[in-house]
C-alpha cells in the first residue's frame, strides 16, 4: 500500500450525503429505541458496516458527469468509491453517535415534579378568579365592616 494517495477523492458529495444521511438515521434510531428497556443502539461499527456497500451501490446508480448549477460545478460519481470517502463517512457516524453527549436522556416524573408544592399552585391559580367573583357579588371585604349592609 503507498503511503499516501493524493488523486483519490475524499471531499466528496457521495461522502457527505451518504455520511449524513446515515447520521441523521443512526440518531433517529438510537432515540426511537431508547424509550425502550433494555435500549438498543446503532454505533459507529454498525455504520461502518452499512456505509461500504451503500457505497458501491452508489457507483451502481449514479451517473459519471459533470453537473453544473450556479457556477459550481461537480461530479455525483468522481470515481470507484474508496476507503478515504469510507473513512471519512465512520468519522462523522463516530462524532454523531458515539458521544456521551449523543445519547439521549430521560428525566423521570417523580424528579420533575419534586419542587412543584401543589397547594401553593393551586392556591395561586384559584386567587385571581375567586377575587374578581367576591367583587362583583359584592360579597367582598369592604372598609366599613365588611359583608352587605340591610
Not at 105 to 127: G, S, Y
Request: proline residues 7%; positive net charge; aromatic residues 10%.
Amino acid at each position: 500500500m503507498r503511503n499516501f494517495d493524493v488523486e483519490l477523492p475524499v471531499n466528496t458529495i457521495r461522502a457527505w450525503t451518504i455520511g449524513m444521511l446515515l447520521c441523521t438515521v443512526g440518531s433517529s434510531v438510537n432515540m426511537l429505541f431508547s424509550l425502550r428497556n433494555p435500549n438498543v443502539l446503532l454505533t459507529t461499527f454498525v455504520i461502518q458496516l452499512i456505509s461500504y456497500p451503500i457505497g458501491l451501490g452508489w457507483d451502481l446508480i449514479f451517473p459519471d458527469r459533470v453537473f453544473s448549477i450556479f457556477g459550481f460545478k461537480f461530479n455525483l460519481k468522481p470515481g470507484r468509491f474508496n476507503f478515504k470517502e469510507h473513512v471519512v463517512i465512520v468519522v462523522m457516524s463516530n462524532v454523531c453517535l458515539d458521544g456521551e453527549w449523543s445519547r439521549p436522556r430521560e428525566i423521570p416524573p417523580t424528579r420533575a415534579n419534586r419542587h412543584i408544592n401543589r397547594q401553593r399552585m393551586a392556591a395561586e391559580l384559584c386567587m385571581p378568579p375567586t377575587l374578581l367573583l367576591r367583587s362583583k357579588s359584592g360579597t367582598g371585604s369592604r372598609s366599613d365592616g365588611g359583608g352587605r349592609s340591610s
